[in-house]
Every structure is written in C-alpha cells, then in structure tokens.
C-alpha cells in the first residue's frame, strides 16, 4: 500500500500536466471519537475497528478533468488517506478511496480503478465522509470497488454495468469477481428523484475492509430497489435488496429520512433503519443523527446508533475538515 501511495503521488503531482488538464485539489483532515455500551470504553472509529469508515485521518482529494477539441474526455480522481485507530491491528491504516479514469465516449461513460460499483444507492449516493453509512458498511454490497464499468444517460434516466473485483476496499485476483447492473428511472440532481432496480451475481470472499476473513470464493448474489426523493427541506432514501451470501439467504433493507434547516441547509438532521436479515442472525440497527456545516469547510457530525443483535450502543461524533487548495 505505500508503494501505491508513493506512485500515486509522483504521478499526481509531477510539474507536467497533460494539455487540457484542470485540477482540483482538497485537503480532507476528520477527527473521530466515541463511546460504546458493548465495549465499555472510548471508541475510535464510527462502525467497527475493521471498517474503514470512519476514523481519524489525514488526506486528499484530487480531481482532474481532460478536454480536447470536442469538449470533455475524462476525469481521474484519486482521494487517499491515512487513517489512525488505537483499537486497529496496525494503529496506522494507509486507505485508497477514489482512484479511477473515467473516459468521455460518445457510446457511454467508461471507467476503470477503484469506483462505484452499479448496484443500490451506493451507485450514486457518496457517504465518503459521512456518518450514517448505506448498505455495504453492514456487510451488503461494496461502497467502492476495483475493476471496469459503464453506464449511459438518458432522458428518461440512467443505465450501469460494472465487473468488479467483488472485494472492496481490497484488490485482489483469485478467481472472484462480481458482475451488477442497474436500470434507474429519474436523475436525482436533475429531477428531484431516482428509482432503480438493480442485480449482483459472482463469487468473492469474506471481507471486512482491508482484512479477507475467508479467501474460499463463495456465491454472491443481490437483487434489489433503490431510491431517492428530495422535496423542499426533506430527504427520503430507501434501499432493499436479497440474495445469497457466504452460503446463506439474505435479506437486507434500509429506509433514512432527512431533513435540511437553517440558511444554505447548513443543519441536517437524520434517522436511519437498517435491516439485516442474515439467516440466523437477523437484526436492526437504529440510529440517528446531525450535521452541522460551522463554516464552508467545516463540519460538525453526532450519531447516536443502537444494534440490537448485539445490544450495542454507540454515540459517536466527529469534526470534518474538506478545504480546497
């Protein structure tokens, strides 16, 4: 992982830049703290220790765009950090979050590296730096993963396939893969809205994070609807999908509604339901929570979250600095 680090930044910021290259670069720098009822002690990371959102990190955000003649041709993002948890194996935890090219066709948007993967609203919600995280943080589905995708527009909506590595945060190459694809009805920016229907099927291990739990190749399938309304001050999201994971039926659903105050929108607040229906481990995670911009760069986030499989209850907060330099 420091090997990949280094390359990146050689290549990122070297002097020569491509004709037709404009870039914008952030700092992103967040501190992450908590308490949990099952521990019985401080926490340093608001899901678990192996996840990686989200700890304390320092890190970038790059984006470059490339044009030539007939307009736009790509853009590669590449968003790294380093992240610090005292209750992590490793303390220090390199992370590659973004790091892919995605190339302007006239057939449909082509992409490769570490991205989106077509499936649910992961696919087109980003949680980056969030505290209420969507499905794949409860073991469903991967927020970001290594491999190939496409995905076209239309006046209607939108349509995606992606072939990935099915492993997440993690590339690896040992028979597994993971093939989706998604068919949505309205663009959200566009149209207030999105509905998509949406399927995985392929076999990938057991992961958690960087950590493979499991390296045997299992079946891995999801079928499932996503979607998203926003409506003057209110913000409504739900997904639901089932299928096969590790050898056993799945159900999984969650439903978060929104709702934006003050000038700007500069208070959210939030509630979530997540449903984990894992054959012989079914369960609820309950949480609510804020966000509260305190200036254009910082941000201010509490979440307060109950799991009942566990009876675990977490209250966790967090200070979010994104800065453009």
Do not use: C
């Amino acid at each position: 992982m420091k090997a990949k680090f280094s390359l990146l930044f050689s290549l990122l910021f070297s002097p020569a830049l491509p004709a037709g290259a404009e870039s914008l670069l952030f700092l992103e720098a967040q501190g992450v703290a908590g308490y949990s009822s099952m521990d019985r002690a401080v926490v340093w990371h608001s899901m678990s220790a192996s996840e990686p959102m989200q700890k304390s990190s320092v890190g970038f955000d790059l984006l470059k765009k490339f044009s030539g003649d007939t307009g736009d041709t790509g853009t590669l993002a590449v968003q790294g950090r380093l992240a610090r948890d005292p209750d992590a194996p490793n303390r220090l935890e390199p992370q590659l979050y973004n790091a892919y090219y995605r190339a302007k066709t006239p057939a449909a948007y082509i992409w490769a590296g570490h991205s989106r993967a077509a499936a649910g609203l992961e696919s087109y919600f980003d949680t980056h730096g969030a505290l209420l995280q969507a499905l794949p943080m409860y073991g469903y589905g991967f927020d970001r993963d290594w491999g190939f995708g496409a995905s076209r527009d239309f006046d209607w909506g939108d349509a995606a396939l992606s072939l990935t590595s099915g492993t997440g945060m993690r590339a690896r190459a040992a028979g597994n893969y993971l093939l989706s694809g998604r068919l949505a009805r309205g663009v959200l920016n566009r149209d207030n809205y999105a509905a998509g229907f949406y399927f995985s099927s392929g076999k990938i291990p057991e992961m958690a994070g960087y950590k493979v739990l499991d390296g045997e190749e299992r079946t891995y399938t999801a079928a499932g609807a996503d979607g998203a309304l926003l409506w003057n001050r209110w913000e409504l999201r739900g997904d639901l999908r089932a299928g096969e994971k590790a050898g056993m039926r799945y159900v999984a659903g969650l439903g978060r509604l929104g709702l934006n105050l003050l000038e700007e929108n500069r208070l959210k607040l939030e509630a979530q339901a997540v449903y984990s229906g894992m054959e012989r481990m079914e369960g609820w995670a309950l949480a609510s929570g804020f966000s509260l911009a305190v200036t254009p760069a910082l941000t201010w986030r509490a979440l307060f979250e109950y799991e009942d499989a566990m009876h675990e209850r977490r209250l966790v907060t967090q200070l979010y600095y994104y800065l453009p330099i």
